[in-house]
C-alpha cells in the first residue's frame, strides 16, 4: 500500500507539472490539482493504516479519528513542493479505557500511536521513495502537544489557550479524512472558534506582530520570493485571515479556507471594497502563478535571472506580458499594492 501510494501520487504529481508547463492547465488550477491528489493519498493511507492497527490492538469502543489538512493543502494552494501540515483528532465512549485486541493500548496512547504509524505512512522513504514531508507543530500547543488530540480537549484549547497566529491557522483547516459525522463535529468546534467576538484593536497588533516576527526570522528582500517578500503570499494570507477573524461573528458566510475565494466572500459581504478586493485578488493570482512555475523548476533559491530563455519566455506568456523585465515590473508593483493595502486594512 504504502509503494503504491507513492508510485500513484509522483506519477499524478509529475502530469501535473507537464500539464503546468506545456498550458494544458492554468496555474491557477494547479493547487486544486495538487491538494486533490494529497488529500486522496491521506484517506486511503489513514484507512490502511487504521486497518492495519486495529488487527494489532483491537478497537477503542466509540473511537474514530480523522484528519484535519492544514496550510496549503487546507487552503488547496499548494505547489509541486509543499509539504502538508496536518492535525489527527480523535474522539472515543466517556467510558473507555483501553483497545479490546491482544495487545490493548489506553485511549492516549492508541491514537498517539496510529498517528505516529499515519505519519510514517505519508513521509517515510520505501523502495519507491518518499510522498510528502508532514509538518505536525499547527496542533494544540505546537511540538509540546500530543500528536493526536481528543476533540473535547481540541475545542478547550482553541476556546481557551490558543494565540491570535494559531487562529488564523484556523481559517485554513479542512477535515479530508475520517468517518462523515466525526467530521462534522471537527467543522462546527472549528467554526464556533472562528466565529468568537473579539477585540479589534488586539486582533490586528497581534497580526502586525506575527508578521513582524516572520520577516525578522525568514524575510526576503529577493522579489522573486514570492512567499516571504514584503507585499508577497504571506502578506496577502494575513489581510484574508485576519479580516476574516474580525467579521465572521457577525458574517460567518466569510469563512472560506482559499484566500484568494475569502477575498472574494469579503467583497460580497461589503466588508472589503470593491476597488481593494480587485487590487488584492489581482496580487494573489500573479504571485500564484509565478510560485506554481518556480516551484517546479528549482529546487533551492530563484536565480531567475541565470534561468533558460524557455522559462523566461514561459514566465512572461503566463503572466500575460512580452518579456521578463515586464513581468518583475508587474510583480514590483503587485506586491507594493499588497504592502499598501496590508497597512491599511490590519489596523
Not at 507539472?17 to 495538487?34: D, F, K, M, Q, S
Not at 480523522?66 to 483528532?89: C, F
Not at 514531508?133 to 500528536?147: A, F, I, K, T
Not at 458574517?251 to 466588508?271: F, I, K, M, Y
Request: hydrophobic share 40%; aromatic share 6%.
Amino acid at each position: 500500500v504504502l509503494d503504491r501510494a507513492r508510485v500513484i501520487g509522483r506519477e499524478q504529481m509529475f502530469l501535473i507539472g507537464i500539464r503546468l508547463l506545456t498550458g494544458l492547465i492554468e496555474p491557477e488550477e494547479a493547487g486544486p490539482a495538487y491538494a486533490l491528489i494529497a488529500e486522496t493519498l491521506i484517506e486511503k493511507l489513514h484507512l490502511a493504516v487504521q486497518a492495519d492497527f486495529e488487527a494489532r490492538h483491537g478497537r477503542i469502543p466509540g473511537g474514530r479519528s480523522a484528519v484535519v489538512a492544514m496550510g496549503r493543502l487546507g487552503s488547496r494552494e499548494m505547489t509541486a513542493t509543499s509539504d502538508l501540515d496536518l492535525i489527527v483528532i480523535y474522539d472515543a465512549d466517556p467510558d473507555a479505557k483501553q483497545s479490546d485486541g491482544d495487545r490493548p493500548l489506553a485511549v492516549s496512547q492508541y491514537f498517539a500511536r496510529l498517528t505516529q504509524r499515519l505519519i510514517s505512512a505519508i513521509s517515510a522513504p520505501t523502495a519507491e521513495g518518499k510522498l510528502y514531508e508532514v509538518d505536525m507543530r499547527l496542533r494544540p500547543s505546537g511540538n509540546q502537544g500530543p500528536v493526536a488530540t481528543h476533540l473535547h480537549s481540541f475545542e478547550t484549547y482553541q476556546r481557551q489557550e490558543a494565540w491570535t497566529w494559531e487562529h488564523m491557522a484556523l481559517t485554513r483547516a479542512r477535515v479530508i479524512s475520517g468517518p462523515p459525522e466525526f467530521r462534522r463535529a471537527i467543522e462546527n468546534a472549528v467554526n464556533e472558534t472562528l466565529t468568537l467576538p473579539r477585540d479589534a484593536e488586539k486582533l490586528a497588533a497581534d497580526v502586525r506582530d506575527m508578521r513582524e516576527r516572520i520577516w525578522a526570522e525568514k524575510g526576503s528582500k529577493d522579489i522573486w520570493d514570492m512567499q516571504q517578500s514584503r507585499g508577497g503570499l504571506i502578506d496577502l494570507e494575513f489581510i484574508a485571515q485576519y479580516l476574516q477573524l474580525r467579521h465572521a461573528t457577525d458574517h460567518p458566510e466569510v469563512l472560506e479556507t482559499n484566500t484568494l475565494d475569502a477575498l472574494a466572500r469579503l467583497s460580497d459581504a461589503g466588508l472589503l471594497d470593491a476597488d481593494d478586493s480587485q487590487s488584492l485578488t489581482g496580487s494573489g493570482r500573479l504571485l500564484n502563478t509565478l510560485a506554481q512555475l518556480l516551484r517546479i523548476c528549482f529546487e533551492g533559491g530563484t536565480e531567475i535571472k541565470a534561468a533558460p530563455d524557455g522559462l523566461k519566455s514561459l514566465l512572461a506568456t503566463a503572466c500575460g506580458e512580452p518579456d521578463l523585465t515586464r513581468v518583475e515590473l508587474k510583480l514590483g508593483e503587485s506586491q507594493a499594492a499588497v504592502r499598501a493595502l496590508f497597512d491599511k486594512l490590519v489596523i
